[in-house]
């Protein structure tokens, strides 16, 4: 089925920016609707950003204009570039992506439809 393993993670001041990266192995990252989650203590995981086959893409409202998903085919890589950050952007960040046979996301961004998971990178925001 393949593997997604998250980097990039750390401690940032608020304000600040960070990018992160996740590396797809055993499939074709392109060819399939790719997302990135996160994960607080204590509440449930939730959609961040989206984007599929297409490059179309898709942000959860807390995050768009500050967050930018994007996809490198040749690395089959998937990344997150995260500015402005905020105390409340503190979590594990995951990325994801849908089965094999699903190369669009049309907006969705719910965790239960995603298969496959990295084990995710912690941000934390504080000064």
């Known amino acids: 089925e393949g593997q997604l393993v998250e980097s990039g993670g750390g401690l940032v001041q608020p304000g600040g920016s960070l990018r992160l990266s996740c590396a797809a192995s055993?499939?074709?990252?392109?060819?399939?609707?790719l997302g990135w989650f996160r994960q607080a203590p204590g509440k449930e995981r939730e959609g961040v950003a989206a984007?599929?086959?297409?490059?179309?893409?898709k942000y959860a409202d807390s995050v768009k204009g500050r967050f930018t998903i994007s996809r490198d085919n040749a690395k089959n890589a998937l990344y997150l570039q995260m500015n402005s950050l905020k105390p409340e952007d503190t979590a594990m960040y995951y990325c994801?992506?849908?089965?094999?046979?699903?190369?669009?996301?049309?907006?969705?961004?719910?965790?239960?439809?995603?298969?496959?998971w990295g084990r995710g990178t912690q941000i934390t925001v504080s000064s």
């Open positions: 994801a992506s849908k089965t094999g046979s699903v190369a669009y996301c049309f907006g969705d961004l719910a965790p239960m439809n995603y298969v496959l």
């Open positions: 055993g499939f074709t990252a392109s060819t399939r609707c």
């Open positions: 984007i599929d086959r297409a490059g179309i893409v």
